[in-house]
């Protein structure tokens, strides 16, 4: 069961990706810009990064960013 966690997070990052872009596409409604669904869309961004960060420093693998 040495997999399971990858794949969780794997489905953890594609709904969070998913709910990134419904809120964005909230944003625009009726040629309205609409402020709360701004907000909405970057408050979910900001903890899908943080989200993101996190498990990768989690996994211990060593390996620099961007190499």
Do not use: F, I
């Amino acid at each position: 069961m040495t997999g399971v966690r990858p794949a969780l997070r794997v489905l953890a990052g594609a709904a969070l990706a998913v709910t990134v872009g419904v809120a964005t596409n909230q944003v625009l409604n009726d040629g309205k810009l609409s402020w709360t669904w701004l907000y909405a869309s970057l408050c979910v961004s900001v903890l899908s990064l943080v989200y993101s960060e996190l498990s990768s420093s989690a996994s211990g693998t060593g390996t620099a960013h961007g190499c």
